[in-house]
């Protein structure tokens, strides 16, 4: 049999030790790090492993219990329909998503020595009856999944006049009829802005042009997070009226883009939506309603970074443990992003007008004229490129510190990645709770992930008033 070995990369002492003895006794195995080509994306080739494989053994330990990279290989096998057995290395309590996954499998309790039980139980699968999954092909699995897909769509539709069918949709009109009433008021100074990027534009043109030191490609320090200066890079500047763009240096904290409405992710009431074989691919208002709404307007993390607050007053379900993947890196209780900015660098940002494409649900144009502080749009990134910038983002030590998902540390640093994903604020336009993530250095990609994540990271973005004098050079 072909077995994908997943476990912790801090477990991999034992799970090379168990790939040798499998090996040795006729069988096959996938394990990472080993069975990563070299030049190819390690994700994929994660992926391609457990799809290709008949059985998954997991090790089982308190670092695999809490690995979200190890989450997401369970939770692939399970939908793939994969048998997977349990080897407990330790007596350790499950998570709660681990365990809605992982609580129908065989588990085997032996010592670290005695692999010839799981050799065992490889076997016994091996000689037992195939079921339809070991017969399988890789193809044969996406197309079951995607014929499960269809066969659920149209009683998904009956389902969407239960599951909240007008307040997301009604919410996000009458943003947008607000913003295109307060955008009204501000054509003339829309006119006037120069800024490369055409999909940001500022609403202060009264502003006095600039003469200054500072140009496009300085990092210069503004405001302050987690106690410590904030250093940004200049990509633009509008010298007639004194304005300039700047995008953090670095990634300042790891946090979830949107807080499940719901209020327990995955979760409806007492009803569980894990797995594959759900509704939640055709109800797009349940999709949102449950793992978050990829509307920016709306966001949470919108309305953190534009508050200066001690006590952020969120508008629907607030960004607490429960409305994010695993209960990590709740927000709820934090101050707002500008909060730690002095009166005058929050009188020094400039108020602009932003304009992001629809999600599956909104499909126009969003259109906020609010924000002070936003997140780069899939477009927007050519303006570091512009500027010979690197897109990627690396933490700051204060965010690996307080990120309490630890997967940055997990995942990232285990591989020897500096740079970490971070959002932004462009959604996945075929879905209504997924938005765009810039991914690492090493995968170098743009990919969609479900805007309750919860260990993404947050590189925000806002315009100053040069004339203010705000600004420190570096």
């Not at 681990?98 to 000689?127: C, K, P, R, V």
């Not at 500027?387 to 990120?403: I, M, Q, W």
Request: net charge negative; hydrophobic share 35%.
């Amino acid at each position: 049999m072909h077995i994908f070995i997943s476990h912790s990369s801090k477990d991999a002492k034992i799970a090379n030790e168990v790939c040798e003895y499998l090996e040795d006794n006729k069988h096959t195995c996938f394990i990472a790090p080993r069975d990563i080509r070299p030049g190819r994306d390690y994700a994929s080739e994660i992926v391609d492993g457990i799809d290709s494989s008949d059985v998954i053994l997991f090790l089982l330990s308190d670092a695999s219990n809490n690995s979200p990279h190890v989450l997401r290989e369970i939770e692939r096998s399970v939908g793939l329909n994969i048998p997977i057995l349990v080897y407990s290395l330790e007596e350790v309590t499950l998570s709660k998503s681990l365990e809605y996954f992982i609580m129908t499998h065989q588990w085997i309790n032996t010592t670290h020595s005695e692999y010839s039980i799981i050799l065992q139980s490889i076997n016994d699968l091996a000689n037992s009856k195939p079921t339809p999954n070991q017969t399988e092909t890789k193809e044969n699995r996406h197309s079951n999944l995607i014929e499960k897909e269809s066969l659920t769509e149209s009683n998904d539709k009956e389902l969407k006049k239960i599951f909240f069918p007008l307040s997301i949709l009604v919410l996000i009109t009458a943003i947008l009829v607000l913003s295109l009433g307060l955008n009204n008021t501000q054509q003339k100074s829309d006119s006037q802005d120069d800024d490369k990027n055409a999909s940001h534009t500022t609403s202060d043109s009264n502003s006095n042009s600039y003469s200054g030191d500072i140009k496009v490609g300085d990092i210069v320090s503004f405001g302050s997070y987690y106690d410590e200066i904030i250093d940004w890079y200049v990509v633009s500047i509008d010298k007639a009226n004194g304005h300039a763009t700047l995008v953090a240096k670095n990634i300042l904290t790891f946090k979830g883009f949107d807080a499940a409405d719901s209020g327990n992710f995955n979760w409806d009431g007492d009803k569980c939506y894990y797995g594959v074989d759900d509704m939640t691919n055709s109800d797009l208002t349940l999709q949102a309603h449950i793992r978050g709404d990829s509307t920016w307007a709306t966001s949470t993390i919108r309305q953190w970074l534009n508050s200066d607050e001690l006590e952020v007053r969120y508008e629907g379900q607030a960004p607490t443990a429960r409305s994010f993947t695993d209960g990590h890196n709740e927000y709820s209780s934090e101050a707002g992003f500008l909060y730690n900015f002095s009166k005058e660098e929050r009188d020094s940002v400039i108020v602009s007008k932003i304009i992001t494409p629809g999600n599956a649900l909104a499909k126009e144009e969003n259109i906020t004229t609010s924000d002070k502080v936003y997140l780069m749009s899939e477009e927007e990134l050519k303006l570091l490129e512009e500027c010979g910038l690197s897109k990627y983002g690396v933490p700051t030590e204060k965010a690996v510190e307080h990120d309490e998902s630890k997967y940055y540390v997990n995942y990232c640093l285990d591989r020897n990645i500096e740079t970490a994903a971070y959002w932004l604020r462009t959604p996945d336009t075929k879905e209504s709770s997924k938005c765009m993530v810039l991914s690492t250095h090493v995968e170098d990609k743009i990919v969609s992930s479900m805007a309750g994540l919860s260990y993404c990271g947050v590189r925000p973005v806002l315009t100053v008033n040069l004339n203010a004098n705000t600004l420190t050079l570096r």
